[in-house]
């Protein structure tokens, strides 16, 4: 195993600190009020070197009640916690508050160490092992290994260092390295000649000198000018190290503890986010609807209030689905473990998991919303990273850009979830876009419906235009693949494509009516007049407005039944037909055709030959050569 992070746990004063110290020579107290009171306040951060060759990363957490933020910041990223408890005192408040905010961040690996032993009796060890079993029973720990140590005297700490090696090989890990690039940061800090440092233990995914990362929630950028990995400089990190990163183009200020470093449009910061929220059995409060709490995940602390979805209160022990609604923006990512504690006074009184990392205000008690809750509680994080990245029609490569993903990895999840009907494929000249299900649906749906109500109050148009259709329920798309798609749901009888006009499916024009009225006036003017044009403005239809008139005129000339001889007059497609197969056989025959000809040919007036002439102009079967009244053959 390549990289392991340790964590210690466990009341103040029990030998966290000391602990470290004996298993790898260092101090991790660093602040002179550290020194001074024997406390640690903020992280502390060393490592020592396991027998296989690899190299754990340790992690010195506080202890007091008042720095718990700093303790749950260096829970992230670990595989393996220490839980400390001092043998001559046993179990202490902070100890089960530990315990607590363990079992909340989903911790599963565990020692506990039993320290000071060198200042106990052994009848009075054997009791506090006792004590210890008892009050673990029924926790996620019950089972976990206890070993025995001084770390002032060095007593034990060789066995436990073999049983740290044993847990490391035989528990399994979570795969991070095909996880996204993720940095939650817990300390910032300059180096002159340097510039900005920051350090943090590295979630997912590979960083290596010279990437651009972004900095979340602010949106900035900046670039990786150096990595050190427990002290020595280092051309790439993998997620599961301790890392310190040496950044150009931002300053101290722009980037603090609880930010996040990951690669560009790998995560989308928000105010509102769903969660499944757990109350500790011990708490001593119940939370309502609206209650403010204390929100720490990562190394983020933030305030917010619960908005409870399917309970009106949650008491100790129970779970619900809730929106926690943040006073500033947080950058996490789905299935992310947190712990709430509340307002005043400050305890923590229960945790949970985050399912939804970038939402918006919903209603409460709502059965759908609490059935897409339900779902994404049994998602695993990589397939609803790429749900939520497929909000939009979305290509193979851009999942591979903004996951950090190998393509393989993204193929598979890809896969998967089409196997689930959540994604559906979009083809366009060889390349896949994905759009997950539910939002394809819905946005069939309101095509669908758009599309029924246009007709109804245009009927005698061709349909909406397409690009009209796409600025309203396509803005994010690209045109080509919303072209691609309505060719999709023009296959699947979802919709009809009539030129650049969209249609609902079965549209049948409405026959009676207007329709029928235009229809019958303009065949009653036109089909008498033959080649002697009739002007539109001629024509009387009575009560019909203009526009209903234009809408149907321009319904029968795409249907074939009329076309547009000239402004504002027209006439039946079969009188144009017929004069054109006189005047091609007449080109045929002579070479050219003038106006006085056509005027001759079909017993009309000069006023409209010469319309006749411009139209087969216009049908590429004349043009103009010579005088401006004649005409050759360009067929």
Known sequence: MENVIIGTAGHIDHGKTALIKALTGRDTDR????????????????????????????????????FIHNMTAGVAGMDLVLLVIAADEGIMPQT???????????????????????????????????????????????????????????????????????????????????L?????????????????????????????????????????TC??????????????????????????????????????????????????????????????????????????????????RAVLLDTQELKPGESAYAQLRMEKEVALKEKDRFIVRFY?????????????????????????????????????????QIQKLCHI??????????TGLAKETVQLLIEKLERQRKLRCIKLQGKRYWWESAQEAACRGKIERFLEDYMKRYPYRLGAPRAEVKNQFFKEGKKNVFDAY???????????????????????????????????KLYGAIKPAKYDFVRLSDISFGKIPRQTVDEI?????????????????????????????????????????????VRDMFGTSRRSAKPILEYMDRIKVTRKDGAESERVSNL
């Open 553 to 597: 005129l321009t319904l029968l000339m795409a249907k074939g039944e009329i076309v547009k001889v000239a402004e504002d007059t027209f006439t039946t497609k079969a009188y144009m037909e017929a004069a054109k197969e006189t005047i091609v056989k007449k080109l045929e025959k002579d070479g050219k055709i003038t106006i006085a000809q």
């Open 393 to 402: 029609p979305t290509s193979e490569s851009d999942l591979h850009r903004q």
């Open 344 to 384: 005043s006074p400050l305890e923590t009184i229960g945790g949970g998991v985050v399912l939804d990392a970038h939402s918006v205000k919903k209603k409460r008690f709502q059965e759908a919303v609490l059935k897409d809750l339900q779902e994404r509680e049994t998602e695993d994080i990589l397939t609803i």
């Open 223 to 304: 670039r990786v000018r150096n990595i050190q990995v427990h002290e020595k400089d280092m051309p790439v990190c993998s997620a599961g190290q301790r890392v310190a990163l040496n950044l150009a183009g931002c300053t101290k200020e722009d980037i603090k503890r609880g930010h996040v470093l990951a690669l560009e449009g790998s995560i989308q910061s928000s105010r509102i986010v769903d969660v499944k929220l757990t109350l500790l059995e011990n708490a001593k409060r119940s939370i309502k609807n609206q209650t403010r709490l204390h929100f720490l995940s990562g190394t983020s602390q933030v305030l917010c």
């Open 96 to 178: 089960r508050e530990h315990i607590d905010i363990l079992h909340l961040l989903g911790v599963k690996n565990c020692i506990i160490v039993l320290n000071k032993c060198d200042l106990a009796e052994e009848s009075w060890i054997c009791m506090v092992e006792e004590e210890i079993r008892k009050e673990l029973k029924g926790t996620f720990i019950e089972q976990a290994p206890l070993v025995r140590v001084s770390a002032m005297t060095g007593e034990g700490i060789g066995r436990l260092t073999e049983e740290i090696e044993e847990m490391v090989h035989t528990r399994a890990r979570e795969e991070k390295q095909e």
């Open 486 to 520: 309505i060719e999709m749901l023009n296959r699947n009888r979802a919709l009809m494509v009539c030129q650049e006009f969209l249609l609902p499916c079965g549209y049948r024009v409405p026959k009676e009516g207007a329709y029928q009225e235009v229809r019958r």
């Open 31 to 66: 602040l002179e009020e550290e020194k001074r009171r024997g406390i640690t306040i903020d992280l502390g951060f060393t490592y020592f070197d396991l027998k296989d060759g690899s190299r754990a990363g340790i992690i010195d957490v506080p202890g007091h009640e008042r």
């Open 180 to 220: 996204p690039v993720r940095l939650p940061v817990d300390r910032v800090f300059t180096l002159t000649g340097f510039g900005t440092i920051v350090t943090g233990t590295l979630l997912g995914g590979k960083i290596e000198k010279e990437d651009t990362l972004t900095i979340y929630p602010s949106g900035l």
